[in-house]
């Protein structure tokens, strides 16, 4: 009994490996037409002064991450390593530019990371790294207007791995924010938005018997 065939079309190596896509439409990938919606939502910022057509978060940003999902899907359900490998270097090398950045312009970052509980930086065991990112925090302002409580000057914060009942009202929270958003037509991926982080759901580990 044969297998049925796949829809989905697998990677092929160009005959230019610069070539940034296969000249022929019909001979794109799934990777490929999610890698063109990233470069296209990097060229169309609401904010991006060479624009010729501005558009709203709620466009661009949902274009930027259909290549991050195609990454994630290549990962959990197809065990490819070179995924595994591009999503660190294109992790590290962001997270790594926002940290410079941050530390050289932190004005420039301190509107988003005010009304914000979390901030992407590098983690590791050493004590230098647990103190460049508290300095990182400090200077940022991080977390001085969210919406929720945090350890800033030494505020007790919550935590909804060690706390079920603050996990409950952690997730109500998120369902009011959602609808005060949608009446007030802010859109959760705004860098702007108070959020612990963009489409992120809180990591609750499942209930063991």
């Known amino acids: 009994m044969k297998k049925p065939k796949s829809k989905q079309k697998t990677a092929k190596t160009p005959t230019d490996l610069w070539a940034p896509f296969p000249k022929r439409i019909e001979d794109w990938t799934d990777e490929d037409r999610a890698l ?6 990097l060229r169309v910022s609401l904010r991006s002064a060479k624009s010729s057509l501005p558009l709203p978060p709620m ?10 999902d195609w990454l994630a899907k290549e990962i959990s359900e197809n065990q490819n390593q070179d995924a595994v490998e591009r999503l660190y270097y294109l992790t590290h090398l962001a997270v790594e530019n926002l940290s410079v950045a941050s530390f050289s312009r932190p004005e420039l970052f301190r509107p988003i990371a ?12 050493d004590a230098d790294t647990e103190k ?22 030494g505020r007790k914060s919550f935590s909804i791995l060690e706390n079920p009942p603050t996990g409950v009202a952690y997730s109500l929270w998120r369902v009011i924010e ?9 859109y959760s991926g705004d860098p702007a938005c ?11 580990p499942a209930a063991v018997d």
């Open 114 to 125: 005010k009304l914000q509980l979390h901030w992407p930086s590098v983690t590791g065991w």
């Open 178 to 186: 959602f609808f005060r958003r949608e009446e007030q037509g802010i």
């Open 36 to 41: 063109e919606w990233l470069l296209r939502s």
């Open 194 to 204: 108070p959020d612990s982080a963009p489409g992120v759901q809180p990591a609750v």
């Open 59 to 68: 466009i661009y940003v949902p274009a930027m991450k259909m290549f991050f």
């Open 132 to 153: 460049i990112n508290k300095e990182l925090m400090t200077k940022l302002n991080l977390g001085e207007n969210a919406p929720l409580n945090t350890a800033r000057d």
